[in-house]
T-cell receptor
C-alpha cells in the first residue's frame, strides 16, 4: 500500500463515451502527477499539479482533461478517446514539486481499454 | 536529463545478490541517480537514490563509481518477489520535474 489509491482498476469504454479516472493520496503531499504507460513503451508524463495548480502539460491531446480540486485528489476526464489511448494510467504524488525530497509514490494504475 | 543505458534483462538465483548495472556517461555534476522498480501490473516503486556517495537502505544498496558515469543497484538477497523491471533514472534537480523512465532491466529471480 503506497498511500495513493486509483479507481477504477480496470475500465473499458467506447470511443464516444465519457469517463473519469480518480486518484486520491493520503500522504499529505502537495504535488500530483498523471503518467501514461502504453504496452512495451516507457512511462510518459502527462500532467503535473502543484498545490492544485497545473505546472506541466506535456502536449497531451485535449481529449484528456485533468482536474485537481484539492491537493489530495486528482481526476483525469476522458472523452472521445481513440483505441491507441488504451494504456495503463498511473497517478503519483510527491511531497513537493521540484523539491529536495523527490520520491514519487505511485498508485496501482487504471488499465484502460478503448474499443 | 542524462541518458541511461541498462541491459534489457537479467536472471538471478533466489537468495543470491542481484547486481543491476546502469551507464550514465553524460551525467552532470548536479544530477542524481534514482532507481525505481515496477512489478507486473503495479505502479513503479521508489528504491533508492544518490548523488556521489554510495547509499544503502532497507531495500538495496547503490554503488556509484568515482567518475559518476555508472552505477550498480545491489539487492543483497534476491527473492521471487524482487522479479520486476528496474529503472535507472538520472535527472537534474534544478530542471523541470520530469522523471524520464527508459525501458529498464527485466530482472527474473529464479528458484
Amino acid at each position: 500500500e503506497t498511500g495513493v489509491t486509483q479507481t477504477p482498476r480496470h475500465l473499458v469504454m467506447g470511443m464516444t463515451n465519457k469517463k473519469s479516472l480518480k486518484c486520491e493520496q493520503h500522504l499529505g503531499h502537495n504535488a500530483m502527477y498523471w503518467y501514461k504507460q502504453s504496452a512495451k513503451k516507457p512511462l510518459e508524463l502527462m500532467f503535473v499539479y502543484s498545490l492544485e495548480e497545473r505546472v506541466e502539460n506535456n502536449s497531451v491531446p485535449s481529449r484528456f482533461s485533468p482536474e485537481c480540486p484539492n491537493s489530495s485528489h486528482l481526476f483525469l476526464h476522458l472523452h472521445t478517446l481513440q483505441p491507441e489511448d488504451s494504456a495503463l494510467y498511473l497517478c503519483a504524488s510527491s511531497p513537493v514539486y521540484g523539491g529536495t525530497n523527490e520520491k514519487l509514490f505511485f498508485g496501482s494504475g487504471t488499465q484502460l481499454s478503448v474499443l | 536529463d542524462a541518458k541511461t543505458t541498462q541491459p534489457p534483462s537479467m536472471d538471478c538465483a533466489e537468495g543470491r545478490a542481484a547486481n543491476l548495472p546502469c551507464n550514465h556517461s553524460t551525467i552532470s555534476g548536479n544530477e542524481y541517480v534514482y532507481w525505481y522498480r515496477q512489478i507486473h501490473s503495479q505502479g513503479p516503486q521508489y528504491i533508492i537514490h544518490g548523488l556521489k556517495n554510495n547509499e544503502t537502505n532497507e531495500m538495496a544498496s547503490l554503488i556509484i563509481t568515482e567518475d559518476r558515469k555508472s552505477s550498480t543497484l545491489i539487492l543483497p538477497h534476491a527473492t521471487l518477489r524482487d522479479t520486476a523491471v528496474y529503472y535507472c533514472i538520472v535527472r537534474n534537480r534544478a530542471g523541470s520535474y520530469q522523471l524520464t523512465f527508459g525501458k529498464g532491466t527485466k530482472l527474473s529471480v529464479i528458484p
